[in-house]
């Protein structure tokens, strides 16, 4: 059986940078369960895996525009650092992640410096602008459970469990 839409790929990968840094993989667990064609994984990889089957291994490159968008400045903002107080215990610093009220709703940002009392924060994805290289072996390949497609995700081991 192929991969192709709404049937579930369960793959073993590794991702890596332009540097040849690991970001992340799944090595020492089980592998990872999607199912194709729906937006599970990032665009660039999906189209690579389709056609594939059980024991295909691949290596890929995808750029920015097919995984996570080119670095966008003007989600970039400095706002004052009294904006965040009363956010817990923990004390503001450069790297933390932070939940930030925007007009697209709750949005996660990286707090990338802080000056005085100015803050900067980025939206952008951590991977945003990141040319990606990923090596990837097939694992399995199922047809995907009605209540899966009407969930959006796999379930069961390497998927999402309830």
Same mark, same amino acid.
């Given at each position: 059986?192929?991969?192709?839409?709404?049937?579930? %790929?369960?793959?073993?990968? /590794? *991702?890596?940078?332009?540097?040849?840094?690991?970001? @992340? +993989?799944?090595? !020492?667990?089980?592998?990872?369960?999607?199912?194709?064609?729906?937006?599970?994984?990032?665009?660039?990889?999906?189209?690579?895996?389709?056609?594939?089957?059980?024991?295909?291994?691949?290596?890929?490159?995808?750029?920015?525009?097919?995984?996570?968008?080119?670095?966008?400045?003007?989600?970039?903002?400095?706002?004052?650092?009294?904006?965040?107080? %009363?956010?817990?215990?923990? /004390? *503001?610093?450069?790297?933390?992640?932070?939940?930030? @009220? +925007?007009?697209? !709703?709750?949005?996660?940002?990286?707090?990338?410096?802080?000056?005085?009392?100015?803050?900067?924060?980025?939206?952008?994805?951590?991977?945003?602008?990141?040319?990606?290289?990923?090596?990837?072996?097939?694992?399995?390949?199922?047809?995907?459970?009605?209540?899966?497609?009407?969930?959006?995700?796999?379930?069961?081991?390497?998927?999402?469990?309830?």
């Amino acid at each position: 059986m192929q991969i192709a839409k709404n049937k579930v %790929g369960f793959i073993h990968y /590794e *991702l890596k940078n332009e540097k040849g840094e690991i970001l @992340d +993989s799944s090595a !020492g667990r089980e592998p990872l369960g999607y199912i194709q064609g729906i937006g599970n994984l990032i665009p660039g990889l999906e189209k690579e895996l389709e056609g594939k089957k059980t024991g295909d291994k691949l290596s890929v490159v995808i750029a920015p525009e097919d995984a996570y968008g080119k670095f966008n400045p003007n989600a970039v903002h400095v706002v004052p650092k009294s904006g965040f107080q %009363g956010e817990g215990n923990e /004390e *503001l610093q450069e790297g933390m992640r932070v939940q930030v @009220d +925007s007009n697209q !709703g709750v949005q996660i940002a990286m707090v990338t410096k802080i000056e005085g009392e100015n803050v900067t924060l980025d939206l952008n994805h951590p991977l945003a602008g990141v040319t990606l290289y990923f090596s990837v072996e097939i694992m399995g390949v199922r047809d995907a459970e009605a209540v899966e497609l009407e969930h959006g995700h796999v379930h069961g081991p390497g998927g999402h469990h309830h």
